[in-house]
């Protein structure tokens, strides 16, 4: 699924989902208060800019990774930059050999930009970046070397690693109807 880059996000429109960590059992729906833009949605065929992106933002992007879970879906979405789909017998969830990430992914994370602002990408950015040379736009950059997604955050959100998560939010369990 291609999305420019820094274009508004268009690809859940159902409001925002963010996994509590803690147990993967907790979420937290929203409707966002913020706008998003769109980083990273790549496609084989559309061009998106390579490069070397700092070795600092690289560790921080995918401690990001790691610490969010958001808009998780039930199917998985595949790497089609990488040169051969996964053999059936491939974990999803590990990497290819000589791949640093795996190359497949079922959610997003949101990156706080300026104020008022976030950034959407696919988890799969992550793989994008390490394994294809991805170079994200700048105001992400600066924006993923800026956030902490292991800071100190709501108490009563222990796992959710956001700091926009609205007051009137209420954390649910999977089983809850």
Known sequence: MFYADLSPYAYWGEGEEFTDLTDGMRFVSFQP?????NIGWLEAG???ITGQAPREFGRKLLAVIDAQQVNVMLGVHECDLCPT???DS???YTPRPGDLRASAGTGEIRVP???GTVFAAPSLIGHYVVDHSYLPPQPFIEAVLAFDPYGAWQARFPGIRFPWVPEEAVLRHVDDE
Do not use: K, M, N, Q
């Open 85 to 87: 789909p996964l053999p």
């Open 46 to 48: 559309l061009p998106w």
């Open 113 to 115: 930009g300026s104020p």
């Open 33 to 37: 208060v913020y706008e998003r833009f």
């Open 90 to 92: 491939h974990p999803w």
